[in-house]
């Protein structure tokens, strides 16, 4: 159907001139001689109003009452400058045809449903307007993380989703398999004979690109993966999804110090761009979601990330007197109250938080000579706490061979991830930043499930 997007009317030059728009009907109103439609096609957070004149007789009174919320019409019409003051231009109906009705019963309309409801209804939440934001701006943060590498010289690796090994070594995956789970067939010793199964092995879907990334950073330079990462951790919080998209970059012949350089300015590159290029949407959220996100988001922009160790990290958590649910000491990781007290209460920013004691964090980590901790890497932000973690890698390979085995690893599933310290090894480093974290970060949303399309968490899947 050749038609115009509601975006390029509104914020056209309002000279007079014939259009065609089709989109969903928001809202209608009616007086004596004018019908008025609110109309919105998802191009905008606005609607374009639609000024149908009684007297033309171009509508029936039969089909005005089939013109409801949710309906989907085509409407051909005069632009004109508009005479209220919410917007600068409407569309002076010639003809409007119904598309596709909508009964009474669609449950969207016009007031303000919850976000939980809304949940329940991931196929229709997206003509509402802050699902229909939160798209707009997800688009332009997956764009503008493209062209952040690609500016770079970054290549992108599309690393594999099914996988046999666990990146984070946290054991929280999913597994894949054809086996008839109702009979699987057992060897000898009663387990599971995973010979027979898809990849004569068994697989499961990856928790990170990071370590077939490497393989390409020892050989390409700069890399990194986009793509979805799968946890099977049974987390149900605001900022926990099943199913979720990382961004890994991964460079070679860099430290601990590179890495933090290129994680500021990715995140700082990120806002900027979305608050230039998604005003109306980034207008809306600090209005209706989160007031003065635009500022916060801002004030970012303009002050250096604080670097701070996780050891003085520590001890500003016990020196705070705080009284958290979970006592801050040394050896444990940081709970998510301890992230935000940093970044919100000590920092008041986004904080770097490097060197966590090795018993905690994943076996691939540089080690530090102190033998107590590793060349890691978390970036905390107000409201919200980790958004990227990472780290230098260990490149020394007899340091990493001890380190899998003391955490007794499978060492024949990783003799390829060893040869890229057997031969050429280079120091190289990396991070993962969370996508949906991000998208929640940068849009004030309060639960990570109304960020991402179709949420999974533990016990819901909905479409
Ligand atoms: O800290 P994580 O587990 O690090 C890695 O996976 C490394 N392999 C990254 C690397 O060095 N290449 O995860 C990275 C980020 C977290 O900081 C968080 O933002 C996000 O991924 N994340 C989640 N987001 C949503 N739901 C979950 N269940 C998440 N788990 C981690
Ligand atoms: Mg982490």
């Known amino acids: 159907m050749n038609h115009t997007a509601i975006k390029s009317i509104l914020t056209g030059d309002g000279t007079e001139h014939s259009q065609t728009v089709c989109g969903w009907i928001r809202t209608k109103r009616e007086s004596k001689n004018v019908i008025f439609i609110e109309l919105n096609d998802g191009t905008s957070l606005n609607t374009l109003q639609i000024v149908i004149d009684k007297d033309a007789q171009i509508i029936s009174d039969e089909m005005n009452h089939r013109l409801l919320t949710g309906a989907s019409v085509k409407a051909v019409g005069l632009v004109k400058p508009c005479q209220g003051a919410s917007q600068s231009v409407e569309l002076q109906a010639q003809s409007i045809d119904i598309i596709g009705e909508a009964p009474t019963d669609y449950p969207l309309q016009k007031k303000r449903h919850t976000f939980e409801f809304l949940r329940e209804i991931p196929h229709l939440r997206i003509r509402t307007n802050t699902f229909g ?213 000590v920092v008041k920013g986004p904080v770097a938080v490097t060197d966590y004691p090795k018993d905690i964090k994943a076996f691939y980590m540089k080690q530090n000579d102190d033998n107590k901790t590793v060349r890691a890497m978390d970036i905390l932000v107000p409201r919200l706490g980790e958004i990227i973690g990472g780290s230098q890698r260990e490149d020394n390979f007899d340091k990493l061979k001890a380190r899998m085995q003391e955490m007794n690893m499978d060492m024949d599933e990783y003799q390829w991830y060893l040869d890229l310290r057997r031969y050429g090894t280079i120091p190289h480093s990396g991070f993962g930043l969370g996508f949906d974290r991000l998208v929640q970060y940068v849009t004030g949303m309060q639960n990570i499930r109304d960020v991402i399309p179709f949420p999974r968490t533990p016990k819901s899947m909905i479409l």
Request: proline fraction near 4%.
């Open 133 to 345: 934001a939160v798209a707009r701006v997800r688009n332009t943060l997956a764009q503008s993380i493209h062209d952040f590498f690609q500016q770079r010289g970054f290549l992108w690796i599309h690393t594999p989703i099914i996988t046999g090994n666990d990146a984070e070594g946290a054991g929280s995956m999913f597994q894949v398999t054809t086996l008839n789970m109702d009979a699987p067939p057992r060897s000898g010793s009663g387990q599971i004979d995973y010979n027979q199964d898809f990849f004569g092995k068994k697989s499961l879907l990856t928790v990170s690109g990071q370590l077939q990334v490497e393989n390409f950073a020892c050989g390409m330079g700069h890399v990194y993966t986009f793509g979805p990462t799968f946890r099977a951790e049974n987390s149900n919080t605001a900022r926990h999804l099943s199913e979720y998209w990382m961004v890994e970059p991964e460079m070679a012949f860099c430290n601990l110090d590179g890495n933090r350089e290129l994680a500021e300015l990715f995140i700082k590159h990120l806002l900027s761009t979305v608050l230039n290029t998604c005003q109306e949407d980034m207008d809306f959220f600090d209005k209706w979601i989160s007031n003065g996100l635009i500022d916060s988001l801002q004030k970012v922009l303009s002050s250096p990330f604080v670097h701070l160790p996780y050891t003085d990290a520590i001890s500003e958590l016990e020196k705070s007197g705080e009284d958290f649910e979970y006592k801050p000491v040394w050896g444990s990781d940081l709970q998510a109250e301890h992230e935000r007290f940093l970044t919100e209460k």
